[in-house]
Protein backbone atom coordinates (compact mmCIF):
# COMPACT_ATOMS: atom_id res chain seq x y z
CA UNK A 1 0.00 0.00 0.00
CA UNK A 2 1.68 3.75 -0.95
CA UNK A 3 2.50 5.86 2.38
CA UNK A 4 -0.54 8.40 1.22
CA UNK A 5 -3.03 5.71 0.81
CA UNK A 6 -5.07 4.81 3.86
CA UNK A 7 -8.49 2.16 4.98
CA UNK A 8 -9.75 5.74 6.18
CA UNK A 9 -8.45 9.20 6.77
CA UNK A 10 -9.90 11.35 9.81
CA UNK A 11 -10.52 14.75 9.65
CA UNK A 12 -10.10 16.40 12.92
CA UNK A 13 -9.24 15.26 16.40
CA UNK A 14 -12.26 16.46 18.56
CA UNK A 15 -14.64 13.57 20.35
CA UNK A 16 -16.18 12.48 16.88
CA UNK A 17 -12.91 12.17 15.29
CA UNK A 18 -11.15 10.37 18.00
CA UNK A 19 -13.66 8.18 18.49
CA UNK A 20 -13.89 7.09 14.80
CA UNK A 21 -9.87 6.77 14.59
CA UNK A 22 -9.60 4.51 17.51
CA UNK A 23 -12.32 2.48 16.71
CA UNK A 24 -10.96 2.13 13.21
CA UNK A 25 -7.42 1.23 14.44
CA UNK A 26 -8.72 -1.46 16.56
CA UNK A 27 -10.23 -2.55 13.82
CA UNK A 28 -6.82 -3.50 12.31
CA UNK A 29 -7.46 -0.51 9.87
CA UNK A 30 -4.58 1.87 8.54
CA UNK A 31 -5.99 5.25 9.58
CA UNK A 32 -4.77 8.70 9.09
CA UNK A 33 -5.82 11.57 11.11
CA UNK A 34 -5.31 15.14 10.20
CA UNK A 35 -5.41 18.31 12.53
CA UNK A 36 -5.36 21.84 11.44
CA UNK A 37 -4.82 23.31 15.27
CA UNK A 38 -3.29 21.54 18.68
CA UNK A 39 -3.97 17.46 18.64
CA UNK A 40 -7.18 17.44 21.36
CA UNK A 41 -10.28 19.08 19.72
CA UNK A 42 -12.55 21.69 21.19
CA UNK A 43 -14.44 20.21 23.67
CA UNK A 44 -10.73 19.07 25.83
CA UNK A 45 -8.83 22.27 25.15
CA UNK A 46 -11.17 25.09 24.50
CA UNK A 47 -15.24 23.69 25.19
CA UNK A 48 -16.27 21.83 28.51
CA UNK A 49 -13.10 20.59 30.32
CA UNK A 50 -11.77 24.74 30.70
CA UNK A 51 -14.79 26.31 31.03
CA UNK A 52 -15.45 23.84 33.62
CA UNK A 53 -12.39 24.93 35.92
CA UNK A 54 -13.61 28.04 35.38
CA UNK A 55 -16.81 27.19 36.68
CA UNK A 56 -15.98 25.23 39.50
CA UNK A 57 -13.63 28.69 40.64
CA UNK A 58 -17.29 30.75 40.20
CA UNK A 59 -18.89 28.22 42.26
CA UNK A 60 -16.69 28.31 45.05
CA UNK A 61 -17.01 31.89 45.22
CA UNK A 62 -20.41 31.70 45.37
CA UNK A 63 -21.11 28.99 47.97
CA UNK A 64 -18.61 30.36 50.13
CA UNK A 65 -19.73 33.83 49.90
CA UNK A 66 -23.39 32.74 50.93
CA UNK A 67 -22.33 30.04 53.60
CA UNK A 68 -20.00 33.14 54.97
CA UNK A 69 -20.82 33.17 58.98
CA UNK A 70 -22.67 30.29 58.61
CA UNK A 71 -20.55 27.27 57.73
CA UNK A 72 -17.60 29.16 57.44
CA UNK A 73 -15.36 32.06 57.82
CA UNK A 74 -14.88 33.47 54.14
CA UNK A 75 -13.53 36.65 54.15
CA UNK A 76 -11.87 38.39 50.95
CA UNK A 77 -12.35 35.77 48.66
CA UNK A 78 -11.15 36.38 44.96
CA UNK A 79 -10.96 34.54 41.76
CA UNK A 80 -6.89 34.69 41.18
CA UNK A 81 -6.74 34.83 37.04
CA UNK A 82 -3.69 33.72 36.34
CA UNK A 83 -3.82 31.22 38.94
CA UNK A 84 -6.63 29.97 37.31
CA UNK A 85 -5.54 30.08 34.24
CA UNK A 86 -2.25 27.82 35.12
CA UNK A 87 -4.42 25.93 36.98
CA UNK A 88 -6.58 25.27 33.71
CA UNK A 89 -3.74 24.24 31.20
CA UNK A 90 -2.89 21.40 34.02
CA UNK A 91 -5.92 20.14 31.97
CA UNK A 92 -5.25 21.00 28.61
CA UNK A 93 -1.53 21.32 27.85
CA UNK A 94 -0.99 17.52 28.44
CA UNK A 95 -3.61 16.75 25.92
CA UNK A 96 -2.12 18.13 23.12
CA UNK A 97 1.01 15.80 23.81
CA UNK A 98 -0.66 12.84 25.03
CA UNK A 99 -2.94 12.60 22.12
CA UNK A 100 -1.03 12.74 19.26
CA UNK A 101 1.56 10.52 20.93
CA UNK A 102 -1.29 8.05 21.98
CA UNK A 103 -2.28 7.74 17.87
CA UNK A 104 1.37 7.69 17.31
CA UNK A 105 1.74 4.72 19.58
CA UNK A 106 -1.24 2.97 18.13
CA UNK A 107 0.49 2.69 14.77
CA UNK A 108 -2.21 5.59 13.08
CA UNK A 109 -0.35 8.38 10.73
CA UNK A 110 -0.85 12.06 11.88
CA UNK A 111 -0.80 15.17 9.74
CA UNK A 112 -1.03 19.09 10.97
CA UNK A 113 -2.67 21.30 8.62
CA UNK A 114 -5.96 22.24 7.15
CA UNK A 115 -7.34 19.40 5.41
CA UNK A 116 -9.22 20.32 2.30
CA UNK A 117 -10.67 17.81 -0.79
CA UNK A 118 -9.11 17.67 -3.68
CA UNK A 119 -11.62 14.94 -5.28
CA UNK A 120 -14.17 12.28 -4.07
CA UNK A 121 -11.43 10.07 -2.00
CA UNK A 122 -8.50 12.69 -1.86
CA UNK A 123 -7.78 15.53 0.69
CA UNK A 124 -4.84 18.23 0.42
CA UNK A 125 -2.63 19.04 3.97
CA UNK A 126 0.11 21.25 3.29
CA UNK A 127 0.27 20.16 -0.60
CA UNK A 128 0.40 16.89 0.53
CA UNK A 129 -2.33 14.54 -1.48
CA UNK A 130 -4.02 11.68 0.55
CA UNK A 131 -6.10 9.18 -0.53
CA UNK A 132 -8.69 6.96 1.07
CA UNK A 133 -11.35 4.18 0.61
CA UNK A 134 -13.64 6.26 3.57
CA UNK A 135 -13.39 9.64 4.52
CA UNK A 136 -14.61 11.07 7.81
CA UNK A 137 -15.35 14.46 8.73
CA UNK A 138 -14.94 15.68 12.27
CA UNK A 139 -14.09 19.25 11.72
CA UNK A 140 -16.70 20.19 14.42
CA UNK A 141 -17.83 24.20 14.89
CA UNK A 142 -16.64 27.93 14.68
CA UNK A 143 -17.88 30.67 16.17
CA UNK A 144 -20.86 32.14 14.19
CA UNK A 145 -19.71 35.52 11.67
CA UNK A 146 -20.19 38.72 13.89
CA UNK A 147 -21.50 40.50 10.60
CA UNK A 148 -21.54 43.87 12.07
CA UNK A 149 -19.53 46.94 12.41
CA UNK A 150 -16.79 46.52 14.66
CA UNK A 151 -17.37 42.84 15.01
CA UNK A 152 -13.83 41.68 14.86
CA UNK A 153 -13.47 44.07 18.14
CA UNK A 154 -15.06 41.00 19.73
CA UNK A 155 -13.26 38.23 21.32
CA UNK A 156 -14.39 34.24 20.92
CA UNK A 157 -14.72 31.86 23.79
CA UNK A 158 -11.19 30.39 22.80
CA UNK A 159 -9.79 34.06 23.50
CA UNK A 160 -11.83 34.68 26.65
CA UNK A 161 -10.25 30.78 28.23
CA UNK A 162 -6.92 32.56 27.72
CA UNK A 163 -7.25 35.39 29.28
CA UNK A 164 -4.99 36.97 32.26
CA UNK A 165 -6.85 39.27 33.75
CA UNK A 166 -10.22 40.37 33.38
CA UNK A 167 -11.27 43.62 33.13
CA UNK A 168 -13.68 45.50 34.93
CA UNK A 169 -16.49 46.26 32.22
CA UNK A 170 -17.43 42.76 30.22
CA UNK A 171 -20.29 42.86 27.63
CA UNK A 172 -21.41 39.21 26.57
CA UNK A 173 -23.54 39.49 22.88
CA UNK A 174 -26.19 36.55 23.19
CA UNK A 175 -27.43 35.08 26.05
CA UNK A 176 -27.01 31.34 25.10
CA UNK A 177 -24.69 28.81 27.09
CA UNK A 178 -20.74 30.46 26.22
CA UNK A 179 -22.08 33.64 27.47
CA UNK A 180 -24.06 32.60 30.35
CA UNK A 181 -21.09 30.40 31.63
CA UNK A 182 -18.75 33.36 31.24
CA UNK A 183 -21.28 36.04 32.53
CA UNK A 184 -21.32 33.89 35.72
CA UNK A 185 -17.70 33.44 35.73
CA UNK A 186 -16.90 37.07 35.40
CA UNK A 187 -19.51 38.30 37.83
CA UNK A 188 -17.91 36.53 40.33
CA UNK A 189 -13.87 38.28 40.10
CA UNK A 190 -16.35 41.79 40.76
CA UNK A 191 -16.63 42.74 37.19
CA UNK A 192 -19.34 44.51 35.95
CA UNK A 193 -21.30 42.24 33.25
CA UNK A 194 -23.88 42.94 30.54
CA UNK A 195 -25.12 40.19 28.56
CA UNK A 196 -27.35 41.54 25.49
CA UNK A 197 -29.76 38.70 23.77
CA UNK A 198 -31.69 39.46 20.75
CA UNK A 199 -34.37 36.78 21.84
CA UNK A 200 -36.59 37.64 24.96
CA UNK A 201 -35.07 34.91 26.88
CA UNK A 202 -31.56 33.56 27.60
CA UNK A 203 -30.85 30.10 27.96
CA UNK A 204 -33.75 28.73 25.12
CA UNK A 205 -33.51 25.48 25.66
CA UNK A 206 -33.87 25.65 28.83
CA UNK A 207 -37.60 25.99 31.34
CA UNK A 208 -38.69 29.19 30.93
CA UNK A 209 -39.82 29.42 34.60
CA UNK A 210 -36.74 27.91 36.05
CA UNK A 211 -34.05 30.66 33.59
CA UNK A 212 -36.51 33.86 35.26
CA UNK A 213 -35.20 32.40 38.70
CA UNK A 214 -31.73 32.18 37.79
CA UNK A 215 -32.00 35.87 35.90
CA UNK A 216 -33.29 37.04 39.24
CA UNK A 217 -30.72 35.56 40.84
CA UNK A 218 -27.88 36.76 38.64
CA UNK A 219 -28.88 40.37 38.65
CA UNK A 220 -28.37 40.10 42.54
CA UNK A 221 -24.78 38.93 41.25
CA UNK A 222 -24.35 42.02 39.34
CA UNK A 223 -25.13 39.98 35.95
CA UNK A 224 -27.00 42.98 34.20
CA UNK A 225 -29.00 40.69 31.08
CA UNK A 226 -30.75 42.74 28.53
CA UNK A 227 -33.16 41.11 26.28
CA UNK A 228 -34.89 41.46 23.39
CA UNK A 229 -31.45 43.55 22.64
CA UNK A 230 -29.84 43.34 18.94
CA UNK A 231 -26.13 43.92 19.07
CA UNK A 232 -25.66 45.74 15.70
CA UNK A 233 -22.15 47.53 16.04
CA UNK A 234 -19.04 47.78 18.16
CA UNK A 235 -17.00 51.09 18.58
CA UNK A 236 -13.88 51.94 19.55
CA UNK A 237 -14.39 54.83 21.99
CA UNK A 238 -10.87 56.46 21.42
CA UNK A 239 -9.33 54.58 24.35
CA UNK A 240 -9.02 51.06 24.88
CA UNK A 241 -12.72 51.30 25.89
CA UNK A 242 -15.72 50.48 23.24
CA UNK A 243 -18.94 51.17 22.83
CA UNK A 244 -21.67 48.70 22.08
CA UNK A 245 -24.20 49.50 20.15
CA UNK A 246 -27.67 47.68 20.23
CA UNK A 247 -30.99 47.67 19.65
CA UNK A 248 -33.80 46.88 22.30
CA UNK A 249 -37.65 47.03 21.47
CA UNK A 250 -36.78 49.19 18.74
CA UNK A 251 -34.77 52.09 20.78
CA UNK A 252 -31.29 52.46 19.94
CA UNK A 253 -28.91 51.93 23.11
CA UNK A 254 -25.39 51.58 23.80
CA UNK A 255 -23.08 51.08 26.56
CA UNK A 256 -19.48 50.81 27.28
CA UNK A 257 -17.04 47.92 27.54
CA UNK A 258 -13.99 47.06 28.20
CA UNK A 259 -13.93 43.42 26.89
CA UNK A 260 -16.78 42.16 24.18
CA UNK A 261 -17.21 38.41 23.70
CA UNK A 262 -19.12 36.72 20.91
CA UNK A 263 -21.29 34.24 22.68
CA UNK A 264 -23.72 34.46 19.33
CA UNK A 265 -23.81 31.33 18.23
CA UNK A 266 -21.62 28.63 16.60
CA UNK A 267 -21.69 27.03 13.14
CA UNK A 268 -20.31 23.70 11.40
CA UNK A 269 -17.01 24.00 10.32
CA UNK A 270 -16.97 23.10 6.87
CA UNK A 271 -16.15 26.16 4.94
CA UNK A 272 -12.63 25.63 4.49
CA UNK A 273 -12.74 21.86 3.45
CA UNK A 274 -13.56 22.41 -0.12
CA UNK A 275 -16.20 20.10 -0.12
CA UNK A 276 -17.74 20.52 -3.34
CA UNK A 277 -14.10 18.72 -4.82
CA UNK A 278 -15.48 15.97 -2.13
CA UNK A 279 -18.66 15.80 -3.94
CA UNK A 280 -20.16 16.43 -0.36
CA UNK A 281 -23.29 17.88 0.08
CA UNK A 282 -23.69 20.73 2.55
CA UNK A 283 -25.65 23.78 3.86
CA UNK A 284 -25.10 26.20 6.47
CA UNK A 285 -26.85 23.47 9.47
CA UNK A 286 -23.14 21.23 7.83
CA UNK A 287 -22.93 18.38 5.93
CA UNK A 288 -26.02 16.14 4.73
CA UNK A 289 -25.76 12.91 6.06
CA UNK A 290 -28.59 9.96 6.37
CA UNK A 291 -29.67 8.12 8.73
CA UNK A 292 -26.29 6.17 8.91
CA UNK A 293 -24.29 9.12 9.16
CA UNK A 294 -23.23 8.90 5.82
CA UNK A 295 -22.69 11.80 3.56
CA UNK A 296 -26.06 11.84 1.36
CA UNK A 297 -23.57 12.38 -2.21
CA UNK A 298 -20.40 10.51 -1.32
CA UNK A 299 -20.83 7.00 -0.22
CA UNK A 300 -17.16 6.93 1.21
CA UNK A 301 -17.59 10.23 3.24
CA UNK A 302 -19.01 9.73 6.88
CA UNK A 303 -19.82 13.16 9.17
CA UNK A 304 -20.74 13.29 12.57
CA UNK A 305 -20.23 16.01 15.29
CA UNK A 306 -20.74 19.54 14.88
CA UNK A 307 -20.27 19.64 11.44
CA UNK A 308 -22.69 16.88 10.35
CA UNK A 309 -26.32 18.19 9.91
CA UNK A 310 -28.37 16.12 11.90
CA UNK A 311 -30.93 18.35 14.10
CA UNK A 312 -29.26 17.36 17.24
CA UNK A 313 -27.66 20.43 19.67
CA UNK A 314 -24.22 20.59 19.13
CA UNK A 315 -22.92 18.73 22.37
CA UNK A 316 -20.36 16.32 22.93
CA UNK A 317 -22.71 13.22 24.34
CA UNK A 318 -24.19 13.67 20.74
CA UNK A 319 -20.73 13.45 18.82
CA UNK A 320 -19.94 10.84 20.56
CA UNK A 321 -22.39 8.85 19.56
CA UNK A 322 -22.41 9.62 16.27
CA UNK A 323 -19.14 8.53 15.73
CA UNK A 324 -19.72 5.06 18.06
CA UNK A 325 -22.23 4.67 15.20
CA UNK A 326 -20.03 5.74 12.17
CA UNK A 327 -17.53 3.41 13.22
CA UNK A 328 -19.91 0.51 13.46
CA UNK A 329 -21.49 1.42 9.58
CA UNK A 330 -17.53 2.90 8.12
CA UNK A 331 -16.29 -0.68 6.64
CA UNK A 332 -19.73 -2.59 6.59
CA UNK A 333 -21.14 -4.16 3.35
CA UNK A 334 -24.23 -1.32 3.60
CA UNK A 335 -24.30 1.12 6.67
CA UNK A 336 -27.55 -0.15 9.07
CA UNK A 337 -26.65 1.20 12.36
CA UNK A 338 -28.34 4.44 13.56
CA UNK A 339 -27.80 6.55 16.21
CA UNK A 340 -29.49 5.97 19.40
CA UNK A 341 -30.33 9.10 21.21
CA UNK A 342 -32.92 8.54 23.11
CA UNK A 343 -33.64 11.74 25.17
CA UNK A 344 -30.41 13.87 25.04
CA UNK A 345 -30.17 15.96 28.69
CA UNK A 346 -28.73 19.20 28.62
CA UNK A 347 -26.67 21.48 30.80
CA UNK A 348 -25.74 24.87 31.26
CA UNK A 349 -22.93 25.36 33.39
CA UNK A 350 -24.13 28.63 34.82
CA UNK A 351 -24.05 29.24 38.40
CA UNK A 352 -26.27 27.74 39.85
CA UNK A 353 -26.32 24.99 36.73
CA UNK A 354 -29.70 24.74 34.98
CA UNK A 355 -30.44 21.40 33.04
CA UNK A 356 -33.15 20.08 30.81
CA UNK A 357 -34.26 17.06 29.38
CA UNK A 358 -37.26 15.64 27.32
CA UNK A 359 -40.31 17.90 26.60
CA UNK A 360 -40.72 21.42 27.73
CA UNK A 361 -43.90 22.29 29.32
CA UNK A 362 -45.84 23.88 26.33
CA UNK A 363 -44.19 20.51 23.65
CA UNK A 364 -45.75 18.67 26.47
CA UNK A 365 -49.15 19.91 26.72
CA UNK A 366 -49.19 19.94 22.90
CA UNK A 367 -49.56 16.26 22.84
CA UNK A 368 -50.82 15.29 26.39
CA UNK A 369 -52.51 15.26 29.61
CA UNK A 370 -50.04 16.80 31.30
CA UNK A 371 -49.08 17.20 35.25
CA UNK A 372 -47.03 19.70 36.05
CA UNK A 373 -44.92 19.40 39.13
CA UNK A 374 -42.96 22.77 39.80
CA UNK A 375 -41.37 24.48 42.61
CA UNK A 376 -38.91 26.86 44.07
CA UNK A 377 -36.57 24.98 45.89
CA UNK A 378 -34.48 27.67 47.37
CA UNK A 379 -36.33 26.96 51.10
CA UNK A 380 -35.65 23.33 51.60
CA UNK A 381 -33.51 22.61 53.83
CA UNK A 382 -31.40 20.30 51.75
CA UNK A 383 -30.34 23.25 50.00
CA UNK A 384 -30.46 25.84 52.96
CA UNK A 385 -27.87 23.06 54.74
CA UNK A 386 -25.41 23.72 51.70
CA UNK A 387 -26.06 27.38 51.91
CA UNK A 388 -26.94 28.16 48.68
CA UNK A 389 -30.01 30.31 47.66
CA UNK A 390 -31.15 29.76 44.15
CA UNK A 391 -33.44 26.10 43.46
CA UNK A 392 -35.75 24.96 41.42
CA UNK A 393 -37.48 22.20 39.32
CA UNK A 394 -40.49 21.39 36.98
CA UNK A 395 -40.83 17.56 35.89
CA UNK A 396 -43.74 16.88 33.34
CA UNK A 397 -46.00 13.42 34.47
CA UNK A 398 -48.64 12.09 31.72
CA UNK A 399 -51.47 11.83 33.73
CA UNK A 400 -52.39 8.80 31.55
CA UNK A 401 -49.31 6.68 32.23
CA UNK A 402 -47.44 8.29 34.91
CA UNK A 403 -44.42 8.49 32.21
CA UNK A 404 -41.81 11.66 32.63
CA UNK A 405 -42.23 13.15 29.69
CA UNK A 406 -39.53 16.28 30.91
CA UNK A 407 -37.67 17.32 33.69
CA UNK A 408 -36.18 20.73 34.43
CA UNK A 409 -33.62 21.03 36.81
CA UNK A 410 -32.23 24.40 38.84
CA UNK A 411 -29.96 25.01 41.58
CA UNK A 412 -27.31 22.53 43.24
CA UNK A 413 -25.92 19.03 41.54
CA UNK A 414 -28.75 20.03 38.93
CA UNK A 415 -26.04 18.81 36.33
CA UNK A 416 -25.86 15.82 38.28
CA UNK A 417 -28.92 14.93 39.27
CA UNK A 418 -30.16 15.40 35.68
CA UNK A 419 -28.76 12.24 34.88
CA UNK A 420 -31.02 10.01 37.15
CA UNK A 421 -33.89 11.32 34.80
CA UNK A 422 -32.02 10.59 32.23
CA UNK A 423 -31.92 6.73 32.97
CA UNK A 424 -35.82 6.92 34.21
CA UNK A 425 -36.79 8.10 30.77
CA UNK A 426 -34.36 6.13 28.17
CA UNK A 427 -35.76 3.02 30.32
CA UNK A 428 -39.57 4.06 30.14
CA UNK A 429 -39.48 4.33 34.20
CA UNK A 430 -42.52 6.10 35.72
CA UNK A 431 -43.10 8.57 38.26
CA UNK A 432 -43.95 5.92 40.60
CA UNK A 433 -40.82 4.08 39.93
CA UNK A 434 -38.43 6.78 40.79
CA UNK A 435 -40.92 8.06 43.67
CA UNK A 436 -40.43 3.90 45.52
CA UNK A 437 -36.40 3.67 44.60
CA UNK A 438 -34.41 4.24 47.63
CA UNK A 439 -31.98 6.68 47.58
CA UNK A 440 -28.84 7.18 49.79
CA UNK A 441 -29.81 10.13 52.15
CA UNK A 442 -28.79 13.05 52.66
CA UNK A 443 -28.54 13.79 48.78
CA UNK A 444 -29.63 15.88 46.24
CA UNK A 445 -30.60 12.94 44.05
CA UNK A 446 -32.17 11.78 47.45
CA UNK A 447 -34.37 15.45 46.40
CA UNK A 448 -36.02 13.46 43.35
CA UNK A 449 -38.74 11.55 45.48
CA UNK A 450 -40.12 14.56 46.42
CA UNK A 451 -40.04 15.81 42.74
CA UNK A 452 -42.53 12.90 41.01
C1 LIG B 1 -16.74 27.28 25.20
C2 LIG B 1 -17.44 25.98 24.90
C3 LIG B 1 -17.95 25.23 25.95
C4 LIG B 1 -18.60 24.01 25.69
N1 LIG B 1 -19.10 23.31 26.75
C5 LIG B 1 -19.72 22.13 26.53
C6 LIG B 1 -20.21 21.36 27.62
O1 LIG B 1 -20.08 21.74 28.79
N2 LIG B 1 -20.82 20.17 27.34
C7 LIG B 1 -20.98 19.72 26.05
O2 LIG B 1 -21.54 18.63 25.86
N3 LIG B 1 -20.54 20.45 25.00
C8 LIG B 1 -19.91 21.64 25.21
N4 LIG B 1 -19.43 22.36 24.15
C9 LIG B 1 -19.64 21.82 22.79
C10 LIG B 1 -18.60 20.71 22.50
O3 LIG B 1 -17.30 21.21 22.71
C11 LIG B 1 -18.76 20.24 21.07
O4 LIG B 1 -20.09 19.84 20.84
C12 LIG B 1 -17.83 19.08 20.76
O5 LIG B 1 -16.49 19.43 20.95
C13 LIG B 1 -18.04 18.63 19.30
O6 LIG B 1 -17.10 17.65 18.98
P1 LIG B 1 -16.61 17.44 17.47
O7 LIG B 1 -15.72 16.25 17.51
O8 LIG B 1 -17.77 17.45 16.56
O9 LIG B 1 -15.76 18.75 17.11
P2 LIG B 1 -14.57 19.51 17.82
O10 LIG B 1 -14.34 19.07 19.20
O11 LIG B 1 -14.83 20.96 17.58
O12 LIG B 1 -13.28 19.08 16.99
C14 LIG B 1 -13.12 19.45 15.64
C15 LIG B 1 -11.66 19.48 15.32
O13 LIG B 1 -11.49 19.51 13.90
C16 LIG B 1 -10.43 20.38 13.59
N5 LIG B 1 -10.61 20.83 12.19
C17 LIG B 1 -11.58 21.62 11.71
N6 LIG B 1 -11.45 21.78 10.38
C18 LIG B 1 -10.38 21.06 10.02
C19 LIG B 1 -9.73 20.81 8.78
N7 LIG B 1 -10.19 21.34 7.63
N8 LIG B 1 -8.62 20.03 8.78
C20 LIG B 1 -8.15 19.48 9.92
N9 LIG B 1 -8.73 19.67 11.12
C21 LIG B 1 -9.83 20.44 11.17
C22 LIG B 1 -10.54 21.49 14.62
O14 LIG B 1 -9.31 22.18 14.76
C23 LIG B 1 -10.93 20.70 15.87
O15 LIG B 1 -9.80 20.31 16.62
C24 LIG B 1 -18.75 23.56 24.36
C25 LIG B 1 -18.23 24.31 23.29
C26 LIG B 1 -17.58 25.51 23.56
C27 LIG B 1 -17.03 26.31 22.41
N1 LIG C 1 -22.89 23.50 28.57
C1 LIG C 1 -22.92 23.17 27.29
O1 LIG C 1 -23.36 22.08 26.93
C2 LIG C 1 -22.40 24.13 26.24
C3 LIG C 1 -21.62 25.22 26.61
C4 LIG C 1 -21.16 26.07 25.61
C5 LIG C 1 -21.47 25.84 24.28
N2 LIG C 1 -22.22 24.76 23.96
C6 LIG C 1 -22.57 24.48 22.53
O2 LIG C 1 -22.07 25.52 21.72
C7 LIG C 1 -23.13 26.14 21.01
C8 LIG C 1 -22.82 27.61 20.82
O3 LIG C 1 -22.93 28.32 22.05
P1 LIG C 1 -23.36 29.85 22.07
O4 LIG C 1 -23.63 30.25 23.47
O5 LIG C 1 -22.40 30.64 21.24
O6 LIG C 1 -24.70 29.84 21.20
P2 LIG C 1 -26.23 29.68 21.56
O7 LIG C 1 -26.85 29.26 20.30
O8 LIG C 1 -26.43 28.87 22.79
O9 LIG C 1 -26.70 31.17 21.92
C9 LIG C 1 -26.44 32.25 21.07
C10 LIG C 1 -27.48 33.35 21.36
O10 LIG C 1 -26.99 34.57 20.81
C11 LIG C 1 -28.09 35.29 20.30
N3 LIG C 1 -27.57 36.28 19.33
C12 LIG C 1 -27.06 36.05 18.08
N4 LIG C 1 -26.67 37.21 17.50
C13 LIG C 1 -26.94 38.20 18.40
C14 LIG C 1 -26.79 39.63 18.37
N5 LIG C 1 -26.27 40.26 17.32
N6 LIG C 1 -27.18 40.33 19.47
C15 LIG C 1 -27.70 39.71 20.54
N7 LIG C 1 -27.89 38.36 20.60
C16 LIG C 1 -27.51 37.62 19.56
C17 LIG C 1 -28.96 34.21 19.69
O11 LIG C 1 -30.28 34.64 19.56
C18 LIG C 1 -28.81 33.07 20.71
O12 LIG C 1 -29.81 33.10 21.70
C19 LIG C 1 -24.37 25.87 21.87
O13 LIG C 1 -25.56 25.93 21.13
C20 LIG C 1 -24.08 24.48 22.36
O14 LIG C 1 -24.44 23.54 21.37
C21 LIG C 1 -22.69 23.90 24.91
Redesign the pocket.
Known amino acids: MSATHFDVIVIGTGPAASTVAENANEDGRRVAIVEAREFGGTCALR??NP?KVYVNAADLIDRSRAANGKLIDAERLAINWPQLLSFKREFTDPVVEKSERSYLKKGMATFHGQASFDGPDAILVNNVRLTADRLFIGSG?R??P?D?PGGERAIH?DAFLELAEIPSRVVF?????????FACVVARSGSEVTV????EH????FDADLVSQLVEYSARHGINIHTS????AIESSGDAAMKVR?EQSGEEKWGEADLVV?????IPNVCDLNLKAGEIEYSDRGITVDEFMRSVSNPRVYAAG?CADTGK????PTANEEARIVAKNLFAESPSRRPDYGVIP????TVPAIAAIGLSESEAKRSFDVDVRHADTSGWNSVRKSCQECSGYKVLVDKQTDRILGAHLLGPSAEETINLFALAMKHDLTATDLKSTLFAFPTFASDVRQMV
Open positions: GCKAPRLISIGGGYISMELQQEVLSPSQVNYHGAGRDPMLTQVAF
